[in-house]
């Protein structure tokens, strides 16, 4: 048989797509269809989540970087070269 | 309202009902069947182990995510189509690499059929096994759905040029493994 009619022959064979089959495929793709769904709504709100912790937790950085830092009391250097007599070494 | 039903079975849901049930199965139902005789000529006789309700499945589930990018309602069966054909080389690299594995294991042996329930276009599924699935794909999708070349390659995603030269290719030697068989 020529190619050609093959190709007819193909085309013209339909596939055993029973009703009951249709059915069966379709209330499967349903269930993983909700699955699906639900798995993304979780997905999107720990996303959701995980942006306001991040921002928390700049905010808390940003803020614990910018307060005064806490120097331990000493004399300037310059104050102290005098006091120790360096012979202006520490002016230059 | 859930979906648009357009003249010709043409069903595109409603863009505020991407989620509605109702609007999953009227697109199911008016394209199923459709979907499911592509896909049973591209795996060559429907394919082995559910793999035709896997793949009908899966293309819904895709298209239907994927259908609010679409506007022109035309383009709903294309787009299927073109979900289809991705899923469906999926499983035929799948079976290649499993027909390879089943050989170095000597395990391996191709369906046996009784001759007496073979029909001619058995002998085309043969031959069609036998090429790759990039060239079965196009030449399947043009030459026994009757899509159009521009359709074909958009299905394949690929280009105009390049889907003319593997439907040649695959003629080719779809005329050769027949010769052969005479």
Known sequence: MSLDRLTTAARE???????????????????????????????????????????????????????????????????????????????? | MTAIVRPGGLVVPHAASVRDPEAFEALYRAHARYVAGVVHRLLSRGGRDGELDDIVQETFLDAFEGL??????????????????????????????????AFFAKDYAPRASDPRDRSPVDDLY????????????????????????????QACEVSLATVKRR????????????????
């Open chain 1, 13 to 92: 064979a339909e596939p055993a797509w029973e009703d009951d089959r249709a059915a069966r495929v379709l209330a499967s793709a349903m269930t993983r269809r909700e699955r699906r769904i639900a798995r993304a709504r979780v997905l999107r709100r720990a996303a959701a989540f995980g942006g306001v912790v991040g921002i928390v937790c700049v905010v808390l950085l940003r803020g614990a970087s910018a307060s005064a830092p806490v120097d331990p009391p000493g004399e300037p250097a310059f104050a102290q070269a005098q006091l120790q007599g360096d012979g202006g070494y520490a002016r230059d």
């Open chain 2, 68 to 101: 609010r990018e679409i506007d022109e309602p035309r383009s709903v069966r294309a787009w299927l189509v073109t979900v289809a054909v991705r899923r469906t080389r999926r499983i035929l690299a799948r079976r290649r690499r499993r027909a390879l594995f």
């Open chain 2, 126 to 153: 043969d031959a069609l096994e036998r090429i790759p699935a990039d060239l079965r794909i196009p030449w399947v999708l043009h030459r026994v759905e009757q899509m159009s070349l521009p359709e074909t390659a």
């Open chain 2, 167 to 182: 439907i040649a290719e695959a003629e080719e030697r779809l005329e050769r493994r027949l010769e052969e068989k005479r």
